[in-house]
């Protein structure tokens, strides 16, 4: 099995530019979501799903979107990308609620 | 914020030895879990203790929750090299789908 498989691994963007990360499990959870780690902050949830086509908003959601249109599949879209993103970015899933995590996204902007 | 605070942030210690760490939390809680993260990878989950537990043990891993004072610890018994990596605790609490971090404790143990 796969887990948790996020894309892509490293990614550098300038200030404006618009991406999505791309999480997906093989697993069948219901339950999806997005966390960022900031050094000394630990993790914090962005967004999270407790199924396909239900999204709810977590701790630090502004400057992100999230759709849930597969319960596989789970994206993570900056919609104006700013230096107060850089950040590294994990997706976690579960069957109610997270405990498989992926590598993460190691996002920098400049 | 709901995030949780472990104590202590960074904690060196000889190969052997026993690391104890901390974690103190906000609400009232369904359980708690502590991960481990290795230097540039995820989070892998170790251990969940529920709320009407007060201790749990797996393998060289002893947890213990005092829900009275919204804290529990980890132990690593017989420290290893291998255990070198960040421990962060997570709290389910009561109410809502989200779990809570902690601010992690970095965990260094030398040869």
């Known amino acids: 099995n796969a887990g948790v498989t996020q894309t892509p691994k490293f990614q550098v963007l300038k200030t404006g530019q618009s991406m999505t990360l791309q999480c997906a499990q093989d697993m069948n959870h219901e339950y999806m979501s997005w966390y960022r780690q900031d050094p000394g902050m630990g993790l914090r949830l962005i967004h999270y799903s407790v199924g396909a086509g239900i999204t709810d908003q977590g701790e630090v959601p502004n400057g992100y979107n999230v759709s849930r249109s597969t319960t596989e599949d789970f994206p993570l879209r900056l919609l104006s990308a700013a230096p107060s993103q850089t950040s590294v970015y994990f997706c976690a899933s579960g069957r109610v609620k997270p405990q498989h995590f992926g590598d993460g996204t190691r996002l920098s902007i400049l | 914020s709901q995030q949780g605070e472990e104590d202590p942030q960074a904690l060196s210690i000889q190969e052997g030895e026993n690391a104890t760490m901390n974690c103190s939390y906000k609400?009232?809680?369904?359980?708690l879990q502590w991960y481990r993260q290795n230097s540039g990878r995820g989070l892998v989950h170790l251990i969940l203790?529920?709320?009407?537990?007060r201790e749990k043990h797996s393998g060289r891993l002893r947890v213990t929750l005092d829900t009275s004072k919204k804290s529990s610890s980890l132990l690593i018994t017989a420290s290893r090299a291998a255990d070198t990596a960040s421990y962060f605790c997570?709290?389910?609490?009561?109410?809502?789908?989200?779990?809570?971090f902690g601010t992690g404790t970095s965990l260094t143990v030398i040869p």
């Open positions: 609400t009232s809680i369904n359980n």
């Open positions: 203790i529920r709320s009407n537990e």
């Open positions: 997570a709290t389910d609490p009561r109410t809502g789908n989200q779990f809570y």
